[in-house]
């Protein structure tokens, strides 16, 4: 059974930082790419960050130097790290992996296989 599990969201003020977690229950992670990714009310959802097998990184450029993707995979865990949020970072926030032979483009949302049920992030003062 695949599932994955988010966790960490909330209310932030502006310029404040989250940590989400995702635990990837059922998977040998190392076999997987990872990524986060996002939707607003009324937009579409968007590819926030996201992690190769070999830890290479793709990251949405609105977000660059503010948030950081980790993994653990002996944890099978995947990380978003967020600072300096702001509030146009505010939406649901969705973990997402696909073996990594599904992949073209990390922050394509339609190659991913598997997704969590959404944690949600407020940034507001």
């Known amino acids: 059974q695949f599932q994955l599990v988010e966790s960490g969201g909330g209310l932030v003020q502006p310029g404040g930082s989250l940590r989400l977690s995702c635990f990837a229950a059922g998977f040998t992670l190392e076999y997987y790419g990872v990524a986060w990714f996002r939707q607003a009310p009324g937009k579409a959802r968007e590819g926030v960050a996201g992690m190769w097998g070999d830890s290479r990184t793709d990251y949405l450029d609105s977000v660059k130097g503010r948030f950081t993707i980790s993994r653990d995979n002996a944890k099978k865990s995947v990380y978003l790290q967020m600072t300096n949020l702001k509030p146009e970072d505010t939406a649901i926030y969705y973990c997402?992996?696909?073996?990594?032979?599904?992949?073209?483009?990390?922050?394509?949302?339609?190659?991913?296989?598997?997704w969590g049920q959404g944690t949600q992030v407020t940034v507001s003062s």
């Open positions: 997402a992996a696909a073996p990594l032979g599904w992949i073209n483009f990390l922050l394509r949302f339609d190659n991913y296989k598997y």
